[in-house]
């Protein structure tokens, strides 16, 4: 078979007692059904060599049928079976190919990949600068009361290695009835400003990372409206991870739809973590100030983490916390010792308290003057225990 010499067939036998002449006019008559290219068979002594590269199943099925009715049917299903029986194949051009179809799909992916096909597209054309620049001393270490969206003003651009925050639940806005509708487009405005002012202020290859419970209660999915800004503001999207809180005291259905498909409430026991890289990905560091260890990479690097929330809420007086454990594994897998770490909605101090314990610098900014006493008092009991 001339094809055959040039080109790879996967090769299949079939061994019969002898064949016959009728055998051999099926033979004929199946090749010359077939492209040389697609199945052939081979008679040699009692066996049958079928030789076959990419194949159209549905022609072949339906061969008996096209082919003469003199011819040796139980042949013809015995090659048919024997290539059905091959599991291992790609698909190309509506025919199944037996050959080299891995070695062709991964160079396709692989070609495709490189030339037409970008990462994080939504990023690629964004104009963020690429010049760092030093964070002032005089913002170094420091808890401020104030707005965050008036005091970021004074942060140099590109100046902080990671912000790890989690919004408030509200911005002191009052509900008027009269505000209803815009009472949640007021809301994510002011919220945005303050997350325009932490774009800016993030160096290149710098990290934001936002906890977020989405706002199930009023059916806004706060997690996805917070990814679309900073996609949209041209961050890379780097992933997420599922703080299962294991909180089951939540309420469990609104009366009226028990045990009903009519409007089921659902109950949720974690919170997100939304993680965003300005500019690339890579952050660059020295080795030695790196401080996870290998238990903890391996661990946390699976993206779903269950930490208890915070049960000392009301010791500290703040109620809306999330726990050192949760603020320390963010640090840890997303900065070096000796980073800038920001948390502009900084309570209590969660994030601050952490950066000064694992050895970073930090500033921190609340509206509440108490939640900054409380951040204060949290850092000197860190400074105790280093001494
Ligand atoms: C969810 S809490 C953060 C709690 C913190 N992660 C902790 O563990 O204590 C959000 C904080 O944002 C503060 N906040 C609200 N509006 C602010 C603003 N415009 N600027 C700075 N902080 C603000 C609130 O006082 C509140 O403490």
Redesign the pocket.
Known sequence: MKSSQTKAFKELTLTYDRLDKTDMATIASFNSAFDQDEVQLEPNGDQVTILFRQVDIRKLRSCRKTLNGTLNSKLVQDVVAAIEGVKSYGIANGKRNYVDYNKERKVKDRAKKVSSRSPYFYAQNHTHSETNNDFPAEYTDKIIV????D?LKNIPDNSIDLIF?????N??LEYAENQDAHYWETYFD?LFS?FDECIRVTKYGGRIIV?VQPLFSDYIPSHHLISNFFIQKKLIWKGEVLWEKNNYNCKYTAWGSWKSPSNPYLKYTWEFLEIFCKGEMKKPGSRDDIDINAEEFKKWVVAKWSIAP?RKMGE?G?P???PEEL?ERVLKLFSYRGDIVL?????????TTVAARTGRRYLG????EE?CKT?ERRLESVQCRMI
Do not use: C, L, R, W
């Open positions: 104030g707005d965050s969206k005091i925050t989690s919004p408030p639940y911005f002191g002011q303050v906890n915070e500290y703040h809306a916390m999330f603020a948390d502009p909605f900084n309570g209590s101090g969660t994030t900014i609340d509206i509440s939640y951040a």
